[in-house]
């Protein structure tokens, strides 16, 4: 809707009530632009030290969220009758017996002379003979299986990064958009359900025609000082890892393939063009003996749960899902990250939403379905709380309606000309020409629920339901992922980057707290349609489809 009609709006409130912007869900007109201020003017507060994982800044923060929930009455969703879901995360650093033989290829190598190891693998040592599997990617969903009936029990498994048609929008791996059967990590998990004794990643060298400078790799996996922030990952995914895990260069997996008759480019070009997936290709006599020792190291996260219990006996042990993260990126030097877009105004919009919902259930209504409000850590560090959560779900994700995620809400899409590497995939666009509007991501795996999001705008915005298939990968980079990939209907609201976007410049003064305002309330709105309609989004299949 054009910024014209929110000018007549705005005039018309001065006049009558109720006016345009407005939701009819209970409690809905107590979402305030004062109070969304001044949560946010203290969560991204200097005093929370950028809210770093594991920090005490970010303990800080999760304690004053969880004294709000507390506060409104709501109950605890947490582990054991408390408002925290707590986990591990994990990061690594390199231990003191890295080495690598390749046959017909000389001696033992150190780290750095062709290889690394990779932290998607264990500790641990394996020798033997090398196959070859394509991308080593296995994804029913797609009926795609890249081992197909051969077994690789006790070898070595080399096998491309990556996935087919990275650059291809047409392509059934989500398009451009990453997948999350090509993660290392899962790939290595794959690799081991099916026997294999190690894992060795060999740069797509078909896709991506770089040139190898292994000592830069190297230092760039395993640097020698420690890095601001370290690489974390989940340690509950990280404990399902027992074989070792390698980098090669793609001279090293050369010398391997040879044994096949082809070269890594024509194993490639195979690979790529191989709809089901490749199938096991044996190398004749290549060989590696590999040790790999990384010791791993543990920081805690705490997702920040509450909820308000359904009213409805035959549709209370089914939840909506209003989430946002908390976590950001701490400080350097001087400089402190405060993250008050990044997700500052995610997190008070959930607590604004919680405080609708508390507000309603003291005038006595109350939703047919159960309420959660989440607030996920560790979304900075690759939606690690989040994709805890989908592990050790407190509601069966059956029984989970909707994820409505809020993360980016407080200012307008900015790209600038020439904004670099950051804004890959964006159109130039100006603020202003944004000032009324939010995307909306995720519409093409929940059309449904998009729709129901859409039917809930009653506060004038712009709804943009574009990114969903874009270069910038922005599809997968918020806490509606994970609920997607587990078969949850999930829908991400953000009004997109902006040259603030992780600086230090991400503060509460610059936020637009006005259509942040009217953001909630469409969020809480949609929340309320959810929770008490009769029936509930669907999910639309895996593979390709529209996602312009
Ligand atoms: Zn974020």
């Known amino acids: 809707m054009a910024r014209s009609t929110v000018a007549l709006c705005l005039s018309l409130l001065a006049l009558l009530l109720p006016a345009c912007g407005d939701g009819s869900a209970p409690g809905n007109r107590s979402i305030t632009q004062s109070q969304l201020s001044a949560d946010l003017h203290t969560l991204a507060h200097d005093s929370m030290g950028g809210r770093l994982v594991g920090s005490e800044g970010l303990n800080k923060a999760s304690s004053w969220i969880s004294e709000r929930f507390e506060s409104l009455g709501l109950e605890p969703a947490g582990d054991a009758g408390t408002y925290f879901q707590s986990f591990d995360l994990a990061w690594f650093s390199l231990g003191a017996d890295n080495q690598l033989t390749v046959s017909g290829a000389g001696g033992a190598r150190a780290p750095g002379h062709g290889w690394t190891p990779s932290n998607a693998g264990a500790t641990g040592a394996a020798a033997g003979r090398v196959v070859f599997a394509g991308y080593g990617i296995v994804e029913p969903r797609l009926d795609y299986d890249d081992y197909g009936d051969e077994s690789v029990r006790g070898r070595v498994v080399l096998m491309f990064e990556r996935e087919p048609g990275v650059a291809d929008p047409a392509s059934p791996f989500d398009g451009v958009v990453t997948t999350e059967a090509s993660r290392e990590w899962r790939k290595v998990l794959v690799a081991q359900e099916r026997g294999a004794a190690a894992v060795l990643f060999v740069r797509d060298v078909h896709a991506r025609p770089d040139v190898d400078d292994w000592a830069a790799a190297h230092e760039n996996a395993w640097p020698a000082e420690p890095r601001r922030i370290e690489r974390f990952t989940l340690g509950a995914w990280s404990d399902k890892i027992t074989i070792p895990a390698a980098w090669i260069s793609a001279e090293l997996a050369e010398t391997l393939v040879r044994g096949s008759g082809r070269t890594l480019e024509e194993l490639g070009i195979e690979a790529e063009r191989a709809t089901n997936g490749l199938g096991v290709i044996d190398l004749g006599a290549a060989a590696v003996d590999l040790s790999v020792a990384i010791d791993r190291h543990t920081t805690p996260g705490t997702n920040v749960l509450a909820m308000i219990e359904g009213s409805d006996p035959e549709l209370r042990d089914e939840v909506v899902i209003i989430g946002a993260h908390h976590d950001h990126n701490g400080t350097d030097g001087e400089d402190v990250y405060n993250g008050a877009d990044d997700d500052g105004s995610g997190t008070v919009g959930v607590m604004a939403a919680a405080q609708a919902y508390s507000r309603a259930a003291a005038a006595g209504d109350l939703p047919r379905r159960t309420v959660m409000f989440a607030i996920w ?25 909707a994820n409505l995620n809020m993360d980016m809400i407080g200012r307008h899409e900015e790209v600038p000309p020439e904004g670099g590497g950051r804004f890959r995939g964006l159109e130039v666009q100006s603020a202003e020409s944004n000032a009324n509007a939010t995307n909306i991501l995720g519409y093409s795996y929940t059309p449904e629920l998009a ?39 999930a829908v991400w609201f953000h009004n997109g980057l902006h040259p603030d976007y992780h600086t230090p410049n991400d503060t509460p003064d610059r936020i637009e707290y006005e259509k942040m305002t009217r953001i909630v309330r469409l969020v809480h709105e949609a929340s309320w349609t959810l929770a008490n309609a009769d029936g509930r989004p669907t999910l639309a299949g895996f593979g390709p489809k529209p996602r312009s």
């Open 377 to 401: 850590d560790a979304e900075e560090r690759g939606l690690l709380g989040a994709w805890y959560y989908t592990l050790r779900p407190l509601f069966r994700l059956e029984g989970t309606v």
């Open 451 to 489: 729709q129901t999001v859409q039917d809930a705008n009653r506060f004038d915005l712009e709804l943009h339901l574009r990114y969903d298939n874009n270069e910038s990968n922005l599809l997968r980079r918020s806490d509606h992922w994970p609920f997607l990939q587990n078969g949850v209907p």
